[in-house]
């Protein structure tokens, strides 16, 4: 099992550019995220699913969207890249919610400049 | 609000013992989590806990008391390899996690 996988590793955008985050778990969980890190912050939930063809907003999803058109894949879509979305983002996944542990991919680290 | 809190920073020897707390307020609970995350990787399971008292796992453990919105985790026998920061992580009314900032461990020779 690879888990959950991510790419890129790192990326350097321009201010407007857009560009696709791509996320895959091969552990057959339902239920995925997006987050950003920043320094000295907790993880922010961007967007989440429950399922294939389910997403909802998380905390912070203003400048993002998502698809899930299937169980292994959750692509986060940056659109008019901004200096504000400059963070590492990682994608993790859990069999249900609640009290199951999430597995977190290796992360993106994305500037924007 | 929601708020989880944790020190930013703690420093401890090779082979001692050490505690890191986190106090929650948040809106509901559903159980809380630690996850260890070492330098440019990404966090891992360490612990979760719903119910009130303490879960050992080897050389960690972590306390709950919900009544007092408070949890920590108690690090035994401390190796090099410990260096790293340690999240708190509280599971909300909505089943969403709730994540404090974390706290770096430095841990000196």
């Known amino acids: 099992n690879a888990g959950v996988t991510q790419t890129p590793k790192f990326r350097i955008l321009k201010i407007g550019q857009s560009m696709t985050l791509q996320c895959t778990q091969d552990m057959n969980h339902n239920y995925m995220y997006w987050y950003r890190q920043d320094p000295g912050m907790g993880l922010k939930l961007i967007y989440y699913s429950v399922g294939a063809g389910i997403t909802d907003k998380g905390e912070v999803p203003n400048g993002y969207n998502v698809s899930r058109s299937t169980t292994e894949d959750f692509p986060l879509r940056l659109e008019l890249a901004a200096p504000s979305q400059t963070s590492v983002y990682f994608c993790?996944?859990?069999?249900?919610?609640?009290?199951?542990?999430?597995?977190f991919g290796p992360g993106t680290r994305l500037t924007v400049t | 609000g929601q708020n989880i809190d944790q020190p930013t920073e703690m420093t401890a020897t090779e082979g001692a013992i050490v505690q890191i707390n986190c106090t929650y307020q948040t809106s509901g609970f559903n159980g809380l989590f630690w996850y260890q995350q070492h330098a440019g990787e990404a966090p891992t399971f360490l612990s979760y806990n719903v119910l009130d008292g303490l879960e050992e796992k080897g050389r960690f453990s972590s306390f709950l008391s919900r009544s007092k919105g408070y949890s920590y985790l108690l690090l035994k026998e401390l190796q090099m390899k410990d260096s790293a920061s340690y999240l708190c992580?509280?599971?909300?009314?909505?089943?969403?996690?709730?994540w404090g900032a974390g706290t770096k461990l430095i841990i000196k020779p």
């Open positions: 993790a996944s859990s069999y249900e919610t609640g009290g199951y542990e999430q597995y």
């Open positions: 992580a509280v599971v909300d009314s909505n089943y969403q996690l709730i």
